[in-house]
C-alpha cells in the first residue's frame, strides 16, 4: 500500500474547500433573487470538520504502520501542524485579532477554546476561528502516542479506549445518558476544578477519530472482491446520499448524529471504490490535497480582515465576484503559505526525525553488547 492513499488525500482536500465555502457562503446571501443562495449551495460545507476528522484518524494510523517511536510521531505533528497556525496566528494578532486582551491571545495560540461553558465541541471556537479544531487533534495525538507506547501492535484499540472512555463515564455520571450529538458534552458543575478539561474530554465529536482508525482497518484488512460493476454502484449510492444530506441539511450538526453520519457515507464508498478500482492521479486534486491544511488554517483570517477594513473595491463587488476574489485570494495564499511555511516546516521535522534515528542507531549496537 503507498504511503499517500489518493483517495484519502483527495477528500482531505474537498473537505477544506467545502469549509472555506461555507464560511464565503455570506457573500452570496442576500445580494440575488434566492436571498439564501450561499446556504443552499454551501451551507453543508461545515461539515469539512467532521470529515478532517476521521481522515486524521485513517492517516495516524497508517503514518505509524511502520514506526513505533513516540519521539518521531510527536516530531511529525508537531511540524506539521503548529509552525503554519503560529504563522498566521502571528499575522492576525498583529492586524484584525490585536483588540483582544493578552491573555485571551495566550489562551488562543496555546489552542485553549474561548469558553469550556459554552455549547461544545466548538465551546466558544478560537480566536482564529477553525483553529478550535486543532484542540482535538491534539488531544487524539496525545492518547494515540500513549497508546503506542503501551503496545505498537494494538494502538487502535487502546487510542480507541482512551477517547471513548471519558465520554461515557461522564455522561452516565452527570447526564444519566448517552449521546454521541456534538453538543452533548455534560453539564459538570463549573465548581469542579478540572470543569473545562473534563468538557472538552468527554465531547462525543472525538468519536470521530476512532471511525478514522476503523475505517483504516476496514480498508486495509478487508480481502472481499467486489465486481467492478457493484463497486460503481456503491459509489454512486454513497455520493448520492451524502448530495441528499448535503443540500437537504439533514442533521446539519456537528458530531455522530449529523456531519459524522454523511462523513461516514462518503468515506464508505470512495475508500470502496479506491480499494476495488483506484483513484487515478490528477494534479489538481493532489494539489488541493496538499494545500488543505494551509488553506484551512488560514482563509478565515482574509474574512475577518475584509469585515474589519470593509475596503471600498470590495464592497462594490456583486455577491458572486466577492465570492471568486475571496477564493482567488486565499487560494492564492494558501499555495505560498504551503511552499514558503508549510514545506520547510516539515522539511525540518523530517531532519530532526533523521537525527533521532541516527541517535537510535548509534545508541543499540551498545546496549547489544552492554547486554
Same mark, same amino acid.
Given at each position: 500500500m %503507498?504511503?499517500?492513499?489518493?483517495?484519502?488525500?483527495?477528500?482531505?482536500?474537498i473537505?477544506?474547500?467545502? +469549509?472555506?465555502?461555507f464560511?464565503?457562503?455570506?457573500?452570496?446571501?442576500?445580494?440575488? +433573487?434566492?436571498?439564501?443562495?450561499?446556504?443552499?449551495?454551501?451551507?453543508?460545507?461545515?461539515?469539512?470538520?467532521?470529515?478532517?476528522?476521521?481522515? /486524521?484518524?485513517?492517516?495516524?494510523?497508517?503514518?505509524?504502520?511502520?514506526?513505533?517511536?513516540?519521539?518521531?510521531?510527536? &516530531?511529525?505533528?508537531?511540524?506539521?501542524?503548529?509552525?503554519?497556525? $503560529?504563522?498566521?496566528?502571528?499575522?492576525?494578532?498583529?492586524?484584525?485579532?490585536?483588540?483582544?486582551?493578552?491573555?485571551?491571545?495566550?489562551?488562543? /495560540?496555546?489552542?485553549?477554546?474561548?469558553?469550556?461553558?459554552?455549547?461544545?465541541?466548538?465551546?466558544?471556537?478560537? !480566536?482564529?476561528?477553525?483553529?478550535?479544531?486543532?484542540?482535538?487533534?491534539?488531544?487524539?495525538?496525545?492518547?494515540?502516542?500513549?497508546?503506542?507506547?503501551?503496545?505498537?501492535?494494538?494502538?487502535?484499540?487502546?487510542?480507541?479506549?482512551?477517547?471513548?472512555?471519558?465520554?461515557? &463515564?461522564?455522561?452516565?455520571?452527570?447526564?444519566?445518558?448517552?449521546?454521541?450529538?456534538?453538543?452533548?458534552?455534560?453539564?459538570?458543575?463549573?465548581?469542579?476544578?478540572?470543569?473545562?478539561?473534563l468538557?472538552? #474530554?468527554?465531547?462525543?465529536?472525538? #468519536?470521530?477519530?476512532?471511525?478514522?482508525?476503523?475505517?483504516?482497518?476496514?480498508?486495509?484488512? =478487508?480481502?472481499?472482491?467486489?465486481?467492478?460493476? @457493484?463497486?460503481?454502484?456503491?459509489?454512486?449510492?454513497?455520493?448520492?446520499l451524502?448530495? @441528499?444530506?448535503?443540500?437537504? %441539511?439533514?442533521?446539519?450538526?456537528?458530531?455522530?448524529? *449529523?456531519?459524522?453520519?454523511?462523513?461516514? !457515507?462518503?468515506?464508505?464508498?470512495?475508500?470502496?471504490?479506491?480499494?476495488? $478500482?483506484g483513484?487515478?492521479?490528477?494534479?489538481?486534486? %493532489?494539489?488541493?490535497?496538499?494545500?488543505?491544511?494551509?488553506?484551512?488554517?488560514?482563509?478565515?483570517?482574509? &474574512?475577518?480582515?475584509?469585515?474589519?477594513?470593509?475596503?471600498?473595491?470590495?464592497?462594490?463587488?456583486?455577491?458572486?465576484?466577492?465570492?471568486?476574489?475571496?477564493? @482567488?485570494?486565499?487560494?492564492?495564499?494558501?499555495?505560498v =503559505?504551503?511552499?514558503?511555511?508549510?514545506?520547510?516546516?516539515?522539511? $525540518? *521535522?523530517?531532519?530532526?526525525?533523521?537525527?533521532?534515528?541516527?541517535?537510535?542507531?548509534?545508541?543499540?549496537?551498545? %546496549?547489544?553488547?552492554? @547486554?
Amino acid at each position: 500500500m %503507498n504511503s499517500k492513499i489518493l483517495s484519502i488525500h483527495y477528500l482531505r482536500g474537498i473537505a477544506a474547500l467545502l +469549509v472555506v465555502f461555507f464560511h464565503f457562503s455570506i457573500y452570496l446571501d442576500n445580494y440575488y +433573487v434566492q436571498k439564501d443562495l450561499g446556504w443552499i449551495l454551501f451551507g453543508g460545507g461545515a461539515f469539512g470538520v467532521d470529515l478532517f476528522f476521521m481522515i /486524521s484518524g485513517f492517516v495516524i494510523v497508517l503514518s505509524t504502520k511502520n514506526s513505533n517511536s513516540k519521539s518521531i510521531f510527536l &516530531v511529525r505533528r508537531f511540524f506539521r501542524v503548529y509552525p503554519p497556525f $503560529i504563522f498566521i496566528f502571528a499575522i492576525g494578532s498583529l492586524t484584525v485579532y490585536n483588540s483582544n486582551s493578552l491573555l485571551d491571545l495566550v489562551r488562543a /495560540s496555546l489552542l485553549i477554546h474561548k469558553d469550556y461553558s459554552l455549547p461544545s465541541p466548538s465551546f466558544g471556537f478560537n !480566536i482564529l476561528g477553525t483553529a478550535w479544531t486543532l484542540t482535538y487533534e491534539l488531544y487524539f495525538y496525545l492518547t494515540f502516542v500513549i497508546a503506542m507506547g503501551i503496545n505498537h501492535k494494538y494502538r487502535v484499540v487502546l487510542s480507541s479506549l482512551f477517547l471513548i472512555t471519558p465520554i461515557l &463515564v461522564l455522561q452516565l455520571l452527570y447526564t444519566g445518558s448517552l449521546s454521541f450529538s456534538g453538543d452533548a458534552s455534560p453539564n459538570i458543575p463549573q465548581t469542579n476544578p478540572l470543569y473545562g478539561l473534563l468538557r472538552f #474530554v468527554s465531547s462525543p465529536i472525538l #468519536v470521530e477519530f476512532i471511525m478514522g482508525m476503523v475505517f483504516y482497518e476496514i480498508f486495509t484488512k =478487508m480481502k472481499i472482491k467486489i465486481t467492478e460493476g @457493484t463497486t460503481q454502484l456503491i459509489l454512486a449510492l454513497s455520493c448520492g446520499l451524502f448530495l @441528499t444530506f448535503y443540500f437537504g %441539511n439533514f442533521n446539519n450538526e456537528f458530531g455522530m448524529h *449529523g456531519f459524522g453520519i454523511w462523513s461516514i !457515507i462518503l468515506l464508505f464508498g470512495v475508500l470502496t471504490y479506491d480499494k476495488q $478500482i483506484g483513484i487515478k492521479e490528477n494534479k489538481l486534486f %493532489n494539489l488541493l490535497g496538499d494545500i488543505s491544511f494551509s488553506l484551512y488554517i488560514s482563509h478565515y483570517i482574509f &474574512v475577518n480582515a475584509i469585515a474589519v477594513y470593509s475596503p471600498n473595491f470590495f464592497a462594490s463587488m456583486s455577491g458572486i465576484s466577492k465570492f471568486f476574489f475571496m477564493t @482567488t485570494l486565499t487560494g492564492t495564499a494558501a499555495i505560498v =503559505m504551503h511552499y514558503v511555511i508549510e514545506k520547510p516546516s516539515i522539511k $525540518i *521535522g523530517k531532519r530532526i526525525e533523521m537525527f533521532l534515528k541516527q541517535k537510535k542507531n548509534d545508541i543499540a549496537p551498545i %546496549n547489544k553488547i552492554l @547486554t
